[in-house]
């Protein structure tokens, strides 16, 4: 790491804390409401299509099929203290101040229905022991306020007896399916991916198209035909990556960083049609049915291209679901390669080349940035990578220290397992709930701009799909350029000097268009 | 919710996108930038031209990248940056510009 001197520090000028305790105001967010799914994406996913007669019981006996067979679900809503360790730890509570985004009162959404139906005092007793029925009003506060949790466990990281508000969260969101209440946002999606392979809508001649439009781009900057395969059936390497990879800014910068790293590798690689979404979508509605069918979806394709290792992109929960799940509800993957990881995240892979010195790497040219990194949420919290405890902190961060040399950490409290959210998490990157994901992002923003202010830091860095579409969305409306968010590999990508490598003029690049740091104009906003 | 044009009523989702793409014509393309605040003019009109051509061909709305180089090859370099689609379209080229071609909204982590 390179210390500069800073013209350009802004001093004398104060940050929000991100970690301060907001002005409390009951039912602030209540009216946050997701559109909620039509007739058709909820029977795609095996749901009924609308809010069935006698939801009521539905709801409850459901409620203790989870109990009964989720043995975490159950110990969650029996074991609470309320201490209040959790109280001030979720970002949305933190952004919105609405108590019931305090974790231990939308973890009692729940449990206070399970208490009248499930526990003797509570069906005896219930004023005693904060008990309710489940009514109309009860079901709508869970509609709200469980689509006000991003499932991204910072709370739990805090709670003294462990208890995962997420979930707690999935399993409401789970009920709700069941009685033919889903979110459009997550079931439209899950529907999609069934129907075409992706969260986009993806087919597979707009797929391939659109990768031999990259392949052009990536010659005519480097004079190096480095190719973006799909469907090649015996490439050792299936690549899975969020679709987003395919379509969005800046994630396909970061698809054409895992290009180059494959390319000087020297692997043979493919991307699917058929299993072209890492995300998925099922582990936000809490169904293991519907996440199982896309797993299941990557075995076939796996099977059907020969391939020998499966390496997952950029994308947080899709990580933590290959990392937790893959095997077992995907599996068995007793064809692949046994001596390679199974799966294996493409920061394990980059990193392994950079340390064997496969990847000829100059770091000089990512000197216009000054970055912090983000560690999201589900990686963070949810899975590892390598072979150490802490190595989901640890390679991220070794890659992009081998890639630039201007690196920053943001404040202590808000990063590695106390890494703040993007606010766009678990099922809320939707349009329909801008309100809240702005709420819960300012944490981080705010974080990001103590950081800007210290270190003269312009650009965030995420390896998540979700993580970059939140951030171009809000980097804007804290005072940062849109374009002030990047992917790991987009940076390997810029450093990375392939064999025979003819760099087209600079004038035509976009890399040198770097917009200066935003200056005085980033502090008091969004606040 | 759904828009009134010339005496009829066509039918959108919650966000404003029509639900029958085969209703699409300039003057419902006009009515929907209007509610986004957009007045068309020929740059508008080219994205959205291209989008509908793409989608023709596709079933799906193209890349941003490759729509950023569509519009770089037509309009320049200058104008060939997603900065610029975005003064276009300040919800976002993806979806803003969607809305008003008559086409399905780009759905997942984008």
């Given at each position: 790491?390179?210390?500069?001197?800073?013209?350009?520090?802004?001093?004398?000028?104060?940050?929000?804390?991100?970690?301060?305790?907001?002005?409390?105001?009951?039912?602030?967010?209540e009216g946050?409401?997701?559109?909620?799914?039509?007739?058709e994406?909820?029977e795609?996913?095996?749901f009924p299509g609308?809010?069935?007669?006698?939801?009521?019981?539905?709801?409850i006996?459901?409620?203790g099929?989870?109990?009964?067979?989720?043995?975490a679900?159950?110990v969650?809503?029996d074991?609470?203290?309320?201490?209040?360790?959790?109280t001030?730890?979720?970002?949305?509570?933190?952004?919105?101040?609405?108590?019931?985004n305090?974790p231990?009162?939308?973890q009692?959404?729940?449990?206070?229905?399970?208490r009248?139906?499930?526990?003797?005092a509570?069906k005896?007793?219930?004023?005693?022991?904060?008990?309710v029925?489940l009514?109309?009003e009860?079901?709508?506060?869970?509609?709200?306020?469980y689509?006000?949790?991003?499932?991204?466990?910072?709370?739990?990281?805090f709670?003294?007896?462990?208890?995962?508000?997420?979930?707690?969260?999935?399993?409401?969101?789970d009920i709700?399916?069941?009685?033919?209440?889903?979110q459009?946002?997550?079931n439209?999606?899950?529907?999609?991916?069934?129907?075409?392979?992706?969260n986009?809508?993806l087919n597979?001649?707009?797929?391939?198209a659109?990768?031999?439009?990259?392949?052009?781009?990536?010659?005519?900057e480097t004079?190096?035909?480095?190719r973006?395969p799909?469907?090649?059936?015996g490439?050792?390497?299936l690549?899975?990556?969020?679709s987003?990879d395919?379509?969005?800014?800046?994630h396909?910068?970061?698809?054409?960083?895992?290009?180059?790293?494959?390319?000087?590798?020297g692997?043979?690689?493919?991307?699917?049609?058929?299993?072209s979404?890492?995300?998925?979508f099922?582990?936000?509605?809490?169904?293991?049915e519907n996440?199982?069918?896309?797993?299941?979806?990557?075995q076939k394709?796996?099977k059907?291209?020969?391939?020998?290792?499966?390496i997952f992109?950029?994308?947080?929960?899709?990580?933590?679901?290959?990392?937790?799940?893959?095997?077992?509800?995907?599996?068995?993957?007793d064809?692949?390669?046994?001596?390679?990881?199974?799966?294996q995240?493409i920061?394990?892979?980059?990193?392994?080349?950079i340390?064997?010195?496969?990847l000829?790497?100059?770091?000089s040219?990512n000197?216009k940035?000054?970055?912090?990194?983000?560690?999201?949420?589900?990686?963070?919290?949810?899975?590892?990578?390598g072979?150490m405890?802490?190595?989901?902190?640890?390679?991220?961060?070794?890659?992009i220290?081998?890639?630039?040399n201007?690196?920053?950490e943001?404040?202590?409290?808000?990063?590695?397992?106390?890494?703040l959210?993007?606010?766009?998490?678990?099922?809320?990157?939707?349009?329909?709930?801008?309100?809240i994901?702005?709420?819960?992002?300012?944490?981080?923003?705010?974080?990001?701009?103590q950081?800007e202010q210290?270190?003269?830091?312009n650009?965030?860095?995420?390896?998540?799909?979700?993580?970059?579409?939140?951030?171009?969305?809000?980097?804007?409306?804290?005072?940062?350029e849109?374009d002030a968010?990047?992917?790991i590999h987009?940076?390997?990508?810029?450093?990375?000097?392939?064999e025979?490598?003819?760099?087209?003029?600079d004038?035509?690049?976009d890399i040198d268009?770097?917009?200066?740091?935003p200056?005085a104009?980033?502090?008091?906003?969004g606040? | 919710m759904?828009?009134?044009?010339n005496?009829?009523?066509?039918?959108a989702d919650?966000?404003g996108y029509i639900?029958?793409?085969?209703?699409?014509?300039?003057?419902?393309?006009?009515?929907?930038?209007e509610?986004?605040?957009?007045?068309?003019?020929?740059e508008?009109?080219?994205?959205?031209n291209?989008?509908?051509d793409?989608?023709?061909?596709?079933?799906?709305a193209?890349?941003?990248?490759v729509l950023?180089?569509?519009?770089?090859?037509s309009?320049?370099?200058?104008k060939?940056?997603?900065k610029?689609?975005?003064?276009?379209?300040?919800y976002?080229?993806?979806?803003?510009?969607?809305?008003?071609?008559?086409?399905?909204?780009?759905?997942?982590?984008?």
């Amino acid at each position: 790491m390179v210390e500069l001197v800073i013209d350009n520090k802004i001093s004398n000028t104060s940050i929000d804390d991100p970690l301060a305790p907001p002005c409390m105001t009951a039912g602030a967010m209540e009216g946050s409401k997701p559109y909620v799914a039509a007739p058709e994406h909820n029977e795609k996913l095996g749901f009924p299509g609308e809010l069935v007669d006698g939801w009521q019981e539905k709801a409850i006996a459901r409620m203790g099929e989870i109990a009964r067979t989720n043995r975490a679900f159950k110990v969650y809503l029996d074991t609470c203290i309320k201490c209040g360790a959790c109280t001030d730890k979720c970002h949305y509570y933190l952004g919105s101040g609405d108590p019931k985004n305090m974790p231990v009162a939308r973890q009692d959404l729940l449990r206070a229905v399970y208490r009248r139906y499930f526990t003797f005092a509570g069906k005896y007793f219930p004023k005693l022991v904060g008990a309710v029925d489940l009514t109309r009003e009860v079901l709508d506060d869970w509609y709200s306020y469980y689509h006000q949790c991003s499932q991204c466990r910072r709370c739990a990281v805090f709670c003294p007896v462990g208890i995962d508000t997420a979930e707690i969260s999935m399993a409401a969101r789970d009920i709700m399916d069941h009685i033919g209440m889903g979110q459009k946002y997550c079931n439209e999606i899950i529907g999609k991916v069934m129907d075409i392979g992706n969260n986009l809508g993806l087919n597979e001649k707009a797929l391939k198209a659109t990768m031999e439009d990259l392949e052009e781009d990536i010659e005519d900057e480097t004079g190096v035909a480095v190719r973006i395969p799909v469907d090649e059936k015996g490439a050792d390497i299936l690549l899975i990556t969020p679709s987003a990879d395919f379509f969005a800014e800046p994630h396909i910068d970061g698809l054409i960083g895992y290009a180059k790293v494959f390319h000087a590798a020297g692997v043979s690689w493919t991307v699917s049609s058929y299993a072209s979404e890492a995300a998925n979508f099922g582990l936000f509605i809490g169904s293991q049915e519907n996440t199982a069918i896309l797993c299941k979806r990557i075995q076939k394709a796996a099977k059907d291209l020969g391939v020998k290792r499966i390496i997952f992109g950029e994308c947080g929960h899709a990580w933590r679901v290959a990392y937790n799940f893959l095997n077992t509800l995907g599996g068995p993957f007793d064809f692949l390669d046994q001596n390679y990881p199974i799966p294996q995240h493409i920061l394990e892979f980059t990193w392994d080349q950079i340390e064997c010195g496969n990847l000829n790497l100059d770091k000089s040219r990512n000197d216009k940035f000054r970055l912090t990194f983000h560690d999201s949420c589900n990686v963070a919290r949810a899975s590892r990578m390598g072979d150490m405890p802490g190595g989901q902190f640890e390679i991220p961060r070794n890659v992009i220290k081998a890639v630039c040399n201007n690196y920053f950490e943001m404040p202590e409290e808000t990063i590695k397992e106390k890494t703040l959210c993007c606010g766009g998490g678990g099922g809320l990157l939707t349009d329909d709930l801008m309100d809240i994901r702005k709420k819960g992002a300012s944490p981080r923003m705010h974080a990001m701009q103590q950081v800007e202010q210290d270190h003269g830091v312009n650009h965030l860095v995420a390896i998540c799909a979700i993580c970059k579409t939140q951030f171009a969305k809000m980097l804007p409306e804290f005072g940062f350029e849109r374009d002030a968010i990047l992917s790991i590999h987009q940076l390997v990508s810029n450093a990375i000097i392939l064999e025979g490598q003819i760099d087209e003029d600079d004038d035509d690049d976009d890399i040198d268009e770097i917009p200066e740091p935003p200056g005085a104009s980033a502090t008091g906003v969004g606040s | 919710m759904a828009y009134e044009l010339n005496g009829a009523t066509i039918e959108a989702d919650e966000e404003g996108y029509i639900t029958d793409l085969s209703v699409w014509n300039q003057d419902l393309a006009k009515l929907i930038a209007e509610d986004e605040n957009i007045d068309m003019n020929d740059e508008h009109w080219e994205v959205v031209n291209f989008l509908r051509d793409y989608y023709e061909e596709y079933q799906i709305a193209p890349a941003v990248r490759v729509l950023i180089k569509a519009v770089k090859k037509s309009m320049g370099k200058d104008k060939g940056n997603n900065k610029y689609l975005y003064t276009l379209f300040p919800y976002g080229p993806a979806k803003q510009a969607c809305k008003i071609a008559g086409l399905p909204k780009p759905t997942g982590c984008v």
